[in-house]
C-alpha cells in the first residue's frame, strides 16, 4: 500500500508569497493519477490539480502542480487571502495527511 | 452545474446501522464513477468505498469491509452507504464524490457537503 508524505504540516506565510507544499510517495506512482485538493475550514474539499500538473475547472493560474515519480510539489505563486487552507495530495485512493497554509 | 447532496446523518449507538443518501444532479450520473469519503473530527481524509457506473465493480477500505455497502441507484440518481456494526471510530463527516478517474486510479472531481455520522452511546 502507497503511503503519500506531505510536509510541512503546517507553512506560516504572508499574503503575497510563494508557497511550496511537497508530497512523497512511499513508492514510484504514476503522475497521471497524483491529484491535489484544497479544504477549508466547515467546507468539502475541491479539486485543485490533478495529473500532477493540470488544473481541474475555475482554479486560478497562481496554483501549479509538478513531479514525477516519488516526489510531488503544489506551488501557491502568490498567496491570496482565500488561499490559507488545509491542502491534500492523493494516490490511486490514499491520502496525505494535508499541510496546512497559515497566514503568518 | 454538478450537485451532489448528501442525507441520513446523524447520532447511533456502537453497533447500530445507518444508511446514508447522496442525490446528484447536473450531471449524467450513470456515467461516473462514486465514492464515499470521510473525515474524522480535526483529521485528514479516509476514502471509504468506490462503486463504478454499473455496479459491477465495488471497492471497500479495510476499516469498513464486512460492514459497510455500498449501491447506486441509476434511476434514480442516487448513491447509498448501508453502514451496519457502527463503531466508535466510524464518526466522521461522509461525503460522496464524484471520480473522473479509473477503475484503479481515483480522482475525486466534485464533493457532496458531507453529513455528519456519530457513533456513540
Known amino acids: 500500500e502507497i503511503v503519500l508524505t506531505q510536509s510541512p504540516g503546517t507553512l506560516s506565510l504572508s499574503p503575497g508569497e510563494r508557497a511550496t507544499l511537497s508530497c512523497r510517495a512511499s513508492?514510484?506512482?504514476?503522475?497521471?493519477?497524483l491529484a491535489w485538493y484544497q479544504q477549508k475550514p466547515g467546507q468539502a474539499p475541491r479539486l485543485l490539480i490533478y495529473g500532477a500538473s493540470s488544473r481541474a475547472t475555475g482554479i486560478p493560474d497562481r496554483f501549479s502542480g509538478s513531479g514525477s515519480g516519488t516526489d510531488f510539489t503544489l506551488t501557491i505563486s502568490r498567496l491570496e487571502p482565500e488561499d490559507f487552507a488545509v491542502y491534500y495530495c492523493q494516490q490511486s485512493r490514499t491520502f496525505g495527511q494535508g499541510t496546512k497554509v497559515e497566514i503568518k | 452545474e454538478v450537485q451532489l447532496v448528501e442525507s441520513g446523518g446523524g447520532l447511533v449507538q456502537p453497533g447500530g446501522s445507518l444508511r446514508l443518501s447522496c442525490a446528484a444532479s447536473g450531471f449524467t450520473f450513470s456515467s461516473y464513477s462514486m465514492n464515499w469519503v470521510r473525515q474524522a473530527p480535526g483529521k485528514g481524509l479516509e476514502w471509504v468505498s468506490y462503486i463504478s457506473s454499473s455496479s459491477s465493480t465495488i471497492y471497500y477500505a479495510d476499516s469498513v469491509k464486512g460492514r459497510f455497502t455500498i449501491s447506486r441507484d441509476n434511476a434514480k440518481n442516487s448513491l447509498y452507504l448501508q453502514m451496519n456494526s457502527l463503531r466508535d471510530e466510524d464518526t466522521a463527516v461522509y461525503y460522496c464524490?464524484?471520480?473522473?478517474?479509473?477503475?484503479?486510479?481515483?480522482?475525486?472531481?466534485?464533493w457532496g457537503q458531507g453529513t455528519l455520522v456519530t457513533v456513540s452511546s
Open positions: 464524490a464524484r471520480d473522473k478517474g479509473t477503475v484503479t486510479h481515483s480522482t475525486f472531481d466534485y
Open positions: 513508492q514510484s506512482v504514476s503522475s497521471s493519477y
